[in-house]
């Protein structure tokens, strides 16, 4: 039985992969430099909104697990095994690690940005729509995404980006 078209299984093992992903994010956060000595508050430490932010992710990673377990006991009937990897997790996987394994670092931060976003929007935008509309959807909201992206860090946080 599947509820809006996922499973009791599919929904723990999501919710376990987001939960150790969080996690990692928020020990990561903690190890970061904390600069201490130059009298830095909590707010202005470089690992407090990854922290939070890995945290918020441990948390709904939590809650999906929870989800997935309530719905396994109320699942009476055995049903086929869904494949862990669909296709839409697969190209999530693919364009995130080409974006932070490959590019970042090696192309203006803009660009890649970008080009990631516009590549994402497109690869997830409803089937039925238009080629055209698609690809014009895509690349604005990459445009946008990239010049916002770039701004707030570059000009309101003060970070330089690669």
């Known amino acids: 039985m599947t509820e809006g078209g996922t499973t009791a299984r599919s ?3 999501g919710g376990a992969g987001w939960a150790g992903f969080g996690l990692l994010i928020v020990a990561a956060s903690w190890r970061m430099e904390r600069f201490e000595s130059m009298g830095a508050q909590l707010y202005t430490m470089p690992g407090f909104v990854p922290g939070m932010l890995g945290g918020v992710v441990l948390l709904l990673g939590l809650v999906l697990m929870l989800r997935g377990w309530r719905r396994s006991l109320r699942e009476a009937a055995a049903e086929p095994a869904e494949r862990l990897i669909n296709r ?3 190209i999530t996987l693919v364009l995130s690690l080409v974006y932070a394994g490959l590019l970042i670092g090696r192309a203006p931060f803009w660009l890649v940005t970008g080009l990631f976003v516009a590549a994402f929007v497109a690869a997830f935008a409803p089937e039925d729509q238009a080629p055209r509309r698609r ?6 909201t990459g445009v946008l995404t990239s010049a916002v992206v770039t701004f707030v ?7 330089r980006l690669p």
């Open 11 to 13: 929904d723990l093992w």
């Open 88 to 90: 839409r997790i697969g």
């Open 135 to 140: 690809l014009l959807v895509a690349v604005a």
């Open 153 to 159: 860090f570059q000009h309101i946080f003060l970070v």
